[in-house]
């Protein structure tokens, strides 16, 4: 442990603004993003002036910065004893019920929490920052480039070390993870349908939403489906013969269907069957609606349960770089010229489909809101930068809002209902990817897929593709899924994972910049956009 | 902190110049103190760097009072003031306008 500043200070109005900007310098020059920054400095001034209001005004207060464990951590600590809320110091009538509790809500916003004790007669609050991380491109670019300095050392090592590491490493660790990943994906759909079924709020707006917003969402996801197909054929050819995988004739399309209900609630999960875990989601979202005022507390345990299935999807996605690794390891290793060909084919193939659908929204919004397609092409830009450099929907969040009510006019009630909905199920590059995922698997393996397999493979890439988090590297855990469920042998899937850090810029930053223009044409439908 | 009011009937126009935090709260919220016949409340920020918690906290007592008399908005937010709102969850109760 190493102190890197220690300062004394008097809890008083100039010394809680004087501490607050001392971290937010501190912590900028350490090299953290500006809004940790911001994010630590109205932390630290939220909990010091609860303390002004709490009996310690005036008492001298210690703000150290020290380093434990590679983690920085800030303490405060401050003579005397938290005491209720002076009259003197404490809110005017005006702020009734936002005293303490007021301080205490906006650090807890802020997504932090003090760890308060009394230690000495003196009072202590300490907080450990989040680890410093990577940037997820530099941090999975990375993995790429070490991967591939890695998988030709293993290529061309003496005396079958290359193989035996191969055999010994990184093969099982690949398979390891693709085994985690997979056994998650069903509990992340079910979860994920379910709150966002319940989060409708009665069934009337349930039904109401699922009349417009839904709807078009499915509509817009399919017609990215369809695309991605058009061009995927295009560049692999239609896997289509008799006899192919996953099935054998048009009635396993009825069999399919009616397979979509699940005989009993564990089976679908053990099985991995996502067309079955998604209905009995909704089944079970809907029951939650109905029971919602005789049983609020299963809605709510629903909600907690998604938080908890996040919390480990993200636990496990930290290791992402290092799955990335053993993907391009594995690759490289044994990678020939006709697999360098077929990489840079799949990455032209995602590129093109990404192309046509981003031109294909913006003349339709141009056609139907009656806007220059070259304004259209403008405002949703800023977003979709961002959206490619971070691999994240979610860092472009604030900028898509703007784009919506400023750039293209939509009211703020609308643009507010929709954007979340619209960032979790509005997939079209995720949906895309899939498709050409398939199309892929089956000229890689030479399989050739039967008509019905072909139709479940398009509403496989439809359900899972509005399934995939909004995170960086949120579509590796459904690689596998897909290429299992349609019939499709594992060849394809090492390919994808290596390319994943490229698909993933590509498929965010369009979908970055289709998501809003297709709030606009939905806006313009409901009469929500003023004129311009 | 520098303030500027200009009263036009019932909208109160406020242009804030400086950083609005433990030390300059209780000074916007005195300026402010007497909302009384006051429709329209209109803050304009362009000079605003920061608002710390004590100055969010005069906000939302400002948007409380606005809220039964008229309506509040705040105009000009800087990209650092936008992330306080953002990050505390002010901007879905505060009205911020361009």
Redesign the interface.
Known sequence: MSVESATTFTVDAEGVDEAAALIFDLLQNEGYDRRTCLRLRLALDGILLDWMEHGLEGAACTLTVEKRFGRRSVTLKAAGHLGVADSGAAAPDAHEGEGAGFCAAIVSNLGLEWDVSTQDGRVCAALTLPRKQLHPLAANGGAVVLAVVAGLALRFAPGGVGEACMSIAVTPLFDAFVGLLSALVGPMVFFSVVVAVVGAGDLKSLKGMGKVTLARIAGGNFASVCVAFVVAALFFGIPVGVGGAGGSSAADVVKVVLGVVPSNVVQPFLDGNILQIVCLAFGTGVGLLVLRNRLPRLAELAMECDLLVQEVLSAVMRFLPGFIFLAVVGLVGSMDASMMVSLVAVLACVACVMAALAAGITLAAAFTAKQSPLHIMRTAAPGAVIGFSTSSSAAAYTVVQDEMRKGFGISATYAKFAQPIVTAFYQPGSVSLFMVLVFFAASVSQVELTLSSLAVAVVMCFLLGMTAPPVPGGMVMLYGVVLAQTGLGQESLALFMAANVIFDALVTGAETYMRPIHVLRNAVRLEEVSAR | MDLQSVKEGARLSVHVAG?I???TA?EL?AALGDLAGVGELALDFTEVPYV???G??VL??LQ??MNKQGSMSISHVCE?V???F????FS?VLTIV?
């Not at chain 2, 953002?86 to 969850?89: F, K, L, N, P, S």
């Open positions: 950083r935090d433990t030390k209780p919220e710390s918690s004590a969010l906290r939302l007592a409380k009072t650092d936008m992330d306080v953002d990050m505390t969850g879905d361009p």
